[in-house]
């Protein structure tokens, strides 16, 4: 992803939030439920992945297709590693 002060702006707005709430206001603002939606089935996806589920597995638990568990499992890297380790 590319570095741009309208990302680093986006991001530090996120950064000052406090609360789940506060998270589904904002977000709510920002993108459309469908939007919120994908990002959070991809998330849960890469959890499963992580976590070496197998794909027919993770279709059931999440819906999502096998050409978009097969795109993020090419994706993961630190960031979700990250969140997956402090999530703990």
């Known amino acids: 992803m590319e570095k ?4 680093d702006l986006f991001f530090d707005a ?4 406090e609360t789940r709430e506060e998270l589904y206001k ?3 603002d920002a993108c459309t439920p469908k939007e ?3 990002i959070a089935q991809r998330f849960a996806v890469a959890k499963m992945l992580n976590e ?3 794909y027919n ?3 059931k638990a999440t819906g999502a297709s096998t050409a978009t568990i097969s795109r993020v499992n ?3 890297n630190e960031g979700f590693e990250l969140a997956f ?4």
């Open 4 to 7: 741009t002060n309208f990302n």
């Open 14 to 17: 996120i950064l000052t939030l």
């Open 26 to 28: 904002f977000f709510s």
């Open 36 to 38: 919120i939606s994908a």
């Open 52 to 54: 070496k589920q197998i």
């Open 57 to 59: 597995d993770i279709v």
């Open 74 to 76: 090419r994706s993961i």
């Open 85 to 88: 380790k402090r999530l703990k």
